[in-house]
């Protein structure tokens, strides 16, 4: 082979030229824009293609067509050199500060729809990906301003990307305001517009979109490279050969050699199957002509290897725009749904077919192409060295994994006229259906099993009865190694003709083949769920063979047809069976304007910026010179003596620079990794690690990439000789009295006496026993730091915190230097949730120790998986109770014992207990006593959580509601409005903070609820539903939550420079909150009150500066709500100082001249030495430093029978935030706190091994709601409940309280089951249901189809079987 000449790697990024000749090519996109480039709004938010915050649009040239294509591809996952000659587009190429933003960031921030922006940038490239592919279509022309995206795709446009902090429902308004069918009256809450206003004014006042500008700018000089590449230097090559004889001379030549090769394609498989080597050689097959191909013939369609999924669902679509509608196009049409419903947009878009066909085949990836493949008989062109060869998809999946040396071609999907006989019945169909049943029903979630049924179907010739020709059965993912046929089925129903009794045949002949390999716990749900989709396709065939407008039986058939209404009508049929997004959300507020500018629903400060991608999180500051990175090395073991660590000796030489343990904690420094009130704990484990997770050192290395690597290929020594087991659970805990002291001031009080409550009651419920189980926050960006030491033993710490003054203390405690040598720095926080509280104190201290140590700057930026592995998350608890209650359901006594989980080390769980008591006393128990232990185990410890305590206890109180009104066969919401607190019940239950009798505002928001949600009516439809509907059954239920807040004493500081702009500093931390933007309006409103020219505008001229613990000392820390009104409470103290200073030059100069400009004042005031800066710090008073909370939400929820999926049909809240300082802001918080629990409640496992080791450590197993899991119609009210004398200008807090009103879906879905468990029961002639079963958290879809009964098909043939 003749020698090649190395080439550049050539690419554009936002219109910038970028030549490269030496690359390592296992280099992402990511990391190349995020440490090579100045553009920094691709984020890192998994690594592993699934999350979206990394998107960016990839545009191409193709010279032949002379046209640029566009796509959206996870820059996480794609190989810089993939993207030659390419060109890229970040958020911040789309529009930016500098060159003016694009209308899409300019309605993210309009609509409310960036909260800590980290996830925004990858939103606003993938809408953009859409717009700018939309409007290449040839179809008619948009009104001007709107686009050619229509709403249902405008929705999907974001559906792979991941949003931890909005709810999403924002978002899809924003999406959807580009749609040119958007009913603009649908649109939510924004700045645009006030409500009511004409649809023409709506629309001038949208930020202008001009369609003919929405292109990607392809660069010209890009339209001159040449697309091959070789790439080569000492250690590594990239090829990318344009021949498969180019490919096989490459094969053979680095064979020879031992050179370790790695074929890609797209790498998107890195996601699921990450490297733990790297490689020498790299060959691309994407530019081989025949693997890029789609052909089609009369014999069916052959689709190349390389070819995108996203191209290949086009083909298979493309066949149906044909007239001729067969049964063949419409099973390519279905092939194309369920491929649509493969990971996300952005991975679709460059994972090929072939790399998944192969990663199933080689790894056993749980693939749905293959069972797609599989069900319809596909064909594969495989070449093998020199040797070419079809094979049945069936014979390939079987073959032993393929080697290096074997290339798949292409893959055929044979044309059904092939497979049917000449003899075959005139009126035989072939039906074709697909399943899958997964936690998001958009995909981005791999399914617990999926299916694909070609069945050959013809009308009996002796009844009217429809028999089964043939059948190919298909079903895949943990149900086998590969995608399987259940030939056994297949060859039982061969032939028959369908009835009740041998569909039950059916049924149990395939539960009994689909067992999972491994997963035992999963296992009757996969058997269950095989059973159901046998039985969703079969039982409709049952009976007489009908077909009419196109349907058989139920199922989309046509014949061969040239009937263009008949075609209209089976589109109509089938894309309902497409999942339709969230329709609408409805917002109402009650604003006050009585301090203006608070109270009104102004833009969140800096929104904007983060759309654009500019706003600078931790890792966005550029590294100095000779910085180093770092990454823990945690323990494996609960308990266990840690005798050595051994890194891999080559990396060493490559640069990994030192591995920071205990050890190095300086002279007169401490081994202290964070501090509460409550204790301490170490930064790094000394002899012993204490649990999994617990860090035993940090490596630190010259990339984060190398750092990772070294920390994963650690090799620890652990001796656990000796050593007592480990303690890991709370059963284990209390055998041991391994308890945390809680102090007395937060251990429940009892109310009433338990032993007459108990006596009063007509009923019991003793010793009922609950789990609740732990959540992770997923915040979207992990823990992160940067330490930087300076002269004289100083260091600053640029942290992601929401406490910086304790990270402050912690590192001086650390390293033995006094506090004034540390600065920390936070500026924002891309999510926190609590778990950027004490869990992110260690990871500033172990930069602080290394940077100090090492004289240079160290940088850490967690990956997902170990972030997930140390995060220890809500605490897991276990709850027994009994409770005594009368006959009309009113409560009269409630004993609890909580055992609660707290981990290792004590955090902040001594206030669990308290938190529990708080939420739980919503209800008017009668007489409550509490025994809550806080139990020491050796797992990672628990830290706050949103509704830390608070949601378990809220969710208990429900629970037992339930159970009482179950056991009474009463109402639920019957028994729960009875126990509703009285004024007179409130003060018993809450000494402290019931606050005055109109400010108990839950009974009215209980009412006004129960008629906004039409609760009665909605109740006897629901009722109805379940009457006539078998398998699918909805339930409603209407949630009060009370909470206790807590304000804490925080400072503030407020200067005004010369030209009249003003900055103001918080001791609270923005971590998407919107606090700046409350503490902004604060500052405004309290300025104004200097009554001269120009203060309407001083929103415009206040900004918010970053968190300095120098500058501001005393900050404390941003948690439980109410930082942000302390904050603004803060900084209204320190304007009224400046006002008052102020004043009397006011007064004098406006004698002079009758009026004065702002800025003329302060000018004036500079040369007159009024000091012009002021800081406060607010204590709360005894009177004001507590307060209650109160809302209630109603939800209504449909549960699918066959498959235990829960969808979210509605949700309608009304919550008191007093007066609001923002509506906007507390809107955002509302929904977004909601949807956070909706994923405690319904999705979000977070479970552990035996060790305590997270199962859950990635985005592939640890599923938050996405914008297709969120309520379809989400309406939020936000109370305006008048004059609260002792809070802050009257507003109450609403980060976290409504995260507990998602206990409604809970209750709902519940309900639901319920109806379920009647009907099952109905079926053995049974009335009386059980409904005092439990149902657990999180309500995943095993979990509810467990309830309504693993065996209902069984069950409803066998009644269906008795009663024929
Ligand atoms: C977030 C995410 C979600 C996903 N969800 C789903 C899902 O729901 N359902 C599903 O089925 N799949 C899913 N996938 C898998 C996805 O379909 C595959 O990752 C993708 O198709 C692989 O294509 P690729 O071009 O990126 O292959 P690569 O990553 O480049 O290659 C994958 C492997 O195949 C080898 N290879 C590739 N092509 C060939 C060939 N022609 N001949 C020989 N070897 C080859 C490579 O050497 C490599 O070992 C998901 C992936 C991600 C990242
Ligand atoms: S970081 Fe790339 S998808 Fe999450
Ligand atoms: S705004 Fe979406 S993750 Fe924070």
């Known amino acids: 082979m003749e020698l090649q000449t190395p080439t550049s790697l050539v690419f554009g990024v936002n219109g910038e030229r970028f030549e490269l000749s030496h690359v390592d090519p296992s280099t992402t996109l990511l990391e190349f824009l995020r440490t090579r480039t100045r553009f920094k709004s691709v984020k890192l938010g998994c690594g592993e293609g699934g999350c979206g915050a990394c998107v960016v649009l990839i545009s191409k040239y193709d010279p032949v067509l002379d046209q640029v294509e566009d796509f959206t591809a996870s820059s996480c996952l794609t190989l810089l050199c993939s993207i030659h000659g390419c060109s890229i587009t970040t958020s911040e190429g789309i529009g930016n500060g500098k060159e003016g933003f694009h209308p899409i960031h300019e309605r993210f921030a309009g609509f409310h729809a960036s909260q800590c922006g980290f996830c925004t940038p990858g939103m606003c490239v993938s809408l953009f990906g859409t717009l700018v592919n939309a409007e290449k279509r040839n179809c008619p022309e948009p009104p001007a301003g709107f686009s050619k995206v229509t709403v249902t795709e405008a929705e999907k446009a974001i559906a792979g990307n991941l949003c931890r902090c909005t709810g999403y429902r924002p978002i899809a308004d924003v999406c959807k305001s580009f749609a040119a069918d958007v009913d603009m009256e649908d649109l939510g809450l924004n700045s645009f517009w006030r409500k009511g206003e004409s649809k023409n004014l709506m629309l001038s006042r949208l930020p202008q979109y001009d369609r003919n500008q929405t292109n990607s700018r392809f660069p010209l000089f890009l339209k001159e490279i040449k697309h091959d590449l070789f790439l080569a230097s000492e250690k590594h090559s990239w090829h990318r050969p344009i021949s498969l004889t180019e490919f096989q001379s490459l094969l053979k030549l680095n064979h020879a050699n031992g050179t370790r090769i790695k074929i890609v394609v797209s790498n998107t498989g890195m996601g699921y199957y990450k490297d733990k080597e790297g490689y020498d050689k790299y060959i691309d097959l994407r530019g081989i002509s025949e693997l890029s191909k789609i052909r089609k013939d009369r014999t069916g369609i052959e689709i190349g290897a390389a070819v995108t999924i996203s191209k290949a669902i086009e083909a298979l679509k493309e066949e149906s725009r044909s007239d001729f509608l067969s049964d063949y196009v419409i099973i390519l049409e ?14 679709r878009n460059t994972a090929s077919v072939g790399g998944n066909l192969v990663m199933a085949q080689r790894s056993n990836f749980p693939s749905d192409i293959a069972i797609l493949l599989l069900a319809v008989d596909a064909m594969v062109h495989v070449m093998t060295g020199t040797q070419f060869e079809w094979l049945t998809l069936e014979e390939f999946l079987e073959r032993p994994p393929l080697g290096l040396e074997s290339v798949l071609l292409s893959i055929k999907i044979p044309s059904l006229e092939l497979n049917k006989s000449e003899s075959s019945e005139p009126r035989s169909r072939f039906l074709f259906e697909t399943y899958r049943a997964s936690p998001r029903p958009l995909g981005n979630a791999l399914p617990y099993l999926n299916a694909a049924f070609l069945v050959k179907v013809s009308p009996c010739k002796d009844s009217d009865g429809t028999v089964i020709d043939t059948c190919r059965l298909s079903f895949s993912a943990y149900a086998s190694k590969h995608a399987i046929r259940v030939k056994k089925v297949e060859e039982f129903l061969a032939g028959k003709l369908l009835s009740v009794s041998i569909l039950y045949d059916a049924v149990n002949l395939v539960k009994a083949a689909i067992v999972p390999k491994d997963d035992t716990s999963k296992t009757a749900y996969c058997s269950s769920l095989a059973a159901g989709f046998i039985f969703q396709f079969f039982n409709p065939l049952i009976g007489p063979f009908v077909i009419s407008n196109g349907n058989l039986n139920g199922h989309i058939n046509l014949p061969f047809v040239k009937d263009f209404e008949l075609k209209e009508n089976w589109k109509h049929v089938h894309h309902d069976k497409v999942p339709t997004l969230l329709s609408s959300g409805k917002q109402v507020l009650e604003a006050g ?75 007169g420094g401490e081994n202290i990794g964070s501090k509460t009130i409550f204790g301490t704990e170490p930064l790094f484990a000394e002899e012993m690690a204490r649990c999994v997770g617990d860090r035993i050192a940090f490596v630190v290395a010259d990339t984060q990439k190398l750092a990772d ?51 009063e009651a007509d009923h019991k419920i003793l010793s009922a026993e609950m789990k609740l189980e732990s959540q992770y926050y997923f915040y979207m960006e992990t823990q992160t730091a940067l330490a930087v030491p300076d002269e004289d033993n100083c260091i600053t710490v640029y942290s992601s915190t929401q406490c910086p003054e304790f990270s402050h203390s912690i590192i001086a405690r650390c390293l033995g230097i006094p506090e004034n040598n540390v600065r920390v720095i936070t500026r924002r926080v891309g999510g926190g949730f609590g778990g950027k509280a004490i869990k992110s104190i260690p990871v500033a201290a172990s930069c602080a120790l290394a ?82 232990k806080v139990c020491r185990t050796n797992h990672p410890s628990r830290s706050a959580m949103r509704g830390p305590g608070e949601v378990q206890g809220s969710f208990i109180a429900e629970a037992i509601i339930e159970n009482v009104a179950a056991t009474l066969s009463m109402d639920v919401d019957c028994v729960r409005s009875i126990n509703l607190h009285t004024y007179e019940s409130l003060q018993l239950f809450y000494e402290y903070s019931h606050g005055e009798p109109d400010e108990y505002t839950l009974p009215s928001i209980w009412s006004k609820l129960a008629v906004a949600a039409n609760y009665d009516q909605r109740t006897k439809m629901v009722q109805e539903f379940n009457r006539i509907n078998t398998w699918k059954k909805r339930g409603i239920s209407r949630v009060p939550v009370m909470f206790q807040l807590t304000q804490r004493p925080t400072p503030g500081k407020v200067s005004i420079f010369s030209d009249g702009s003003i900055a103001v500093e918080v001791g609270g931390i923005e971590l998407g909150q919107g606090l700046w933007t409350k503490v902004k309006q604060m500052a405004a409103y309290a300025l104004s009150a200097i009554r001269c020219d120009g203060t309407e505008g001083l929103l415009e001229k206040i900004r918010v500066v970053q968190s300095d613990t120098v500058g501001m000392i005393q900050g404390g820390f941003t948690s439980g709500s109410t930082t942000s009104e302390s904050s603004c409470e803060a900084v209204r103290l320190s304007c009224n100082i400046l006002v008052e200073r102020l004043k009397p030059l006011k007064e004098k100069l406006q004698e002079e001249t009758g009026s004065i400009k702002w800025e003329t004042l302060i000018l004036q005031a500079y040369m007159q030495a009024v000091n012009l800066s002021a800081s406060s710090f607010y204590v709360p008073s005894n009177n004001s430093s507590n307060y209650l909370n109160y809302g209630a939400a109603v939800s209504e929820v449909e549960i699918d029978l066959l498959n235990g999926e829960t969808r979210f049909l509605q949700t309608d809240i009304i919550f008191d935030c007093g007066q609001s300082l923002n509506p906007a802001v507390d809107l955002g918080q509302i929904e977004g706190a909601f949807v956070q629990g909706l994923g405690f409640f319904m999705m979000e496992q977070y479970e552990t091994n035996l060790d305590g080791l997270v199962l859950q450590d990635g985005t592939w197993n640890y599923k938050i709601p996405t914008i297709d899991t969120i309520p379809k119609q989400f309406n939020v009210q936000i109370l305006n409940s008048g004059h609260h004398q002792h809070r802050v200008l009257s507003s109450k807090a609403s980060g ?58 069984e069950r409803y043939l066998k009644w269906k079987m008795g009663r024929t």
Not at 865 to 878: S, V, Y
Request: aromatic share 6%; charged share 20%; glycine share 6%.
């Open 851 to 932: 940077a100090l140590k090492l004289q240079r700057p160290v940088r850490i930026y967690l990956n997902r998986k170990t972030d997930m592995i140390m995060a220890g998350g809500r605490h897991p608890m276990k709850i027994t109770y009994s409770v005594g209650f009368k006959n009309d359901g009113k409560i009269t006594a409630l004993e609890l014992q909580i055992l609660v989980n707290a981990g290792i080390y004590v955090d902040v769980s001594a206030v669990m207990p308290h938190n529990i008591a708080s939420a739980l006393k919503k209800y008017d128990w009668g007489a409550l006593s509490l025994d809550i």
């Open 334 to 347: 279905k092939i194309a749904d369920h491929l649509s419903k493969v990971a996300s947009g952005f991975i």
């Open 593 to 667: 304007c009585e301090y203006h500018p608070v109270g009104e629903p102004i833009v969140k400060s800096g929104a904007a910026l983060q759309a654009s991608g500019e706003a600078v999180f931790v890792d966005d500051i550029p590294s100095p010179s000779n910085c180093l990175h770092g990454a823990y090395i945690y323990s494996a073991k609960p308990l266990a003596r840690v005798r050595n660590i051994k890194l891999m000796p080559e990396l060493q030489l490559v640069g990994v620079r030192d591995i920071i343990s205990s050890k190095d904690i300086p002279d």
């Open 709 to 759: 690597m070294a920390a994963n290929s650690a090799v620890v020594d652990y001796d656990t000789e000796n050593l007592e087991p480990p303690i890991l659970s709370v059963e284990d805990a209390v055998e041991r009295s391994s308890f945390f002291e809680v102090p007395p001031f937060l251990y429940p009080k009892y109310v009433g006496d338990i032993s007459k409550g108990m006596a």
């Open 1296 to 1353: 976290e309280p409504p995260l507990l009103l998602a206990a409604s879906i809970h209750c709902a879905t519940r309900a639901a089951i319920k109806e379920a468990r009647k009907q099952v029961l109905s079926w053995s002639n049974q009335d009386e249901a059980d409904s005092t079963f439990q149902l657990g958290v999180p309500a995943i879809m095993p979990v509810v189809k467990e309830l309504c009964g693993p065996d209902i098909v």
